[in-house]
């Protein structure tokens, strides 16, 4: 089965049983995925649908540090099950142990020698843990690597 036939079979048991937080999120998921089919005229791989599912976490995850320092747990929660909905489709999520593990051996392999190198080891890093972990993570880890 599809990511998107998951989905819009997810959509289906969110309506029949009343969840109106799981219905939301997978109809905005949805969306976007639509939106970017009908703008480029194609037809999306899960590939593709795992790197828009990847942009609204991390655009749920920036939101809740905002929601956080306008004292809304009402909206901290909400968006918290929200990232809980969404991990669902997507890969297995790294610890940060071995993401610190994937960036000292990329380290390695691109002959990073300072922080200077950063684009050179995130370009690298990227592929890797594409779809298992936020860039922000990766990029954190690389300069606690190199400090």
Known sequence: MSLK??????LKDSMKSKDRIKKDTITMVRA???QREVDERIELSDDDILD???KQLKEKRMAIEEFKKGQRDDLVELTEQEIDILLKY???Q???E???QIVLDTIKEVNATSIKDIG???KAVMPKVKGRTDGNIVNKIVRKIFN
């Open 5 to 10: 036939e998951k989905l819009m079979e997810d």
């Open 32 to 34: 976007a995925i639509k």
């Open 52 to 54: 828009i599912i990847s």
């Open 90 to 92: 997507l890969p297995e």
């Open 94 to 96: 790294l610890t940060e």
């Open 98 to 100: 071995e993401v610190e």
């Open 120 to 122: 050179l080891i995130m």
